[in-house]
C-alpha cells in the first residue's frame, strides 16, 4: 500500500489490505488486533501505529514524500504451502515440472529486476 502521508481512511485501509476496523480492533478474519487509543481519529487510521502492530514494513521514500507500507507477518510469508503446477526448462532447455520432483526437497529461487 503506498500513501503519500501516515493516514489512511478505515475504507481504504480495508479494501486494500483485507484488515476491518471493528470495536475489538483491526481484524482479517477470525484474527482481531487491538490498537491502542488514538491509533483511529476521524475515520482515520494512524499507519505508523497499525504498521507495528500488524507488524508489517513500513518505509519512507524522502524525495519523493510517499510511503510503503508491506504486507503483515505472522512468522511465514505465505498463506499456504502449495505450489501452483509450474513447468520451466532446465540448463539444457529440457522441460522440467515442478510435480516430478514431488516428495523431495527442492528449492526455488525467483529473481525480478524491479
Do not use: Y
Not at 475515520?43 to 508491506?70: K, T, Y
Not at 527442492?106 to 525480478?112: E, K, N, S
Amino acid at each position: 500500500m503506498i500513501v503519500e502521508e501516515l493516514s489512511a481512511t478505515t475504507d481504504e485501509f480495508a479494501a486494500r489490505t483485507g484488515w476491518e476496523c471493528k470495536p475489538q480492533g483491526l481484524c482479517k478474519g477470525d484474527v482481531c488486533v487491538p490498537l491502542p487509543d488514538g491509533t483511529q481519529m476521524g475515520g482515520r487510521l494512524a499507519l505508523d501505529v497499525v504498521a507495528e502492530r500488524l507488524r508489517m514494513p513500513l518505509v519512507h521514500d524522502e524525495e519523493h514524500q510517499l510511503w510503503a507500507l508491506g504486507p503483515e507477518s505472522g512468522g511465514r510469508a505465505l498463506t499456504t504451502a502449495v505450489v501452483p503446477e509450474i513447468t520451466l526448462p532446465d540448463r539444457d532447455g529440457n522441460l522440467l515440472s515442478l510435480s516430478s520432483l514431488r516428495g523431495q526437497k527442492v528449492l526455488l529461487v525467483a529473481w525480478a529486476s524491479w
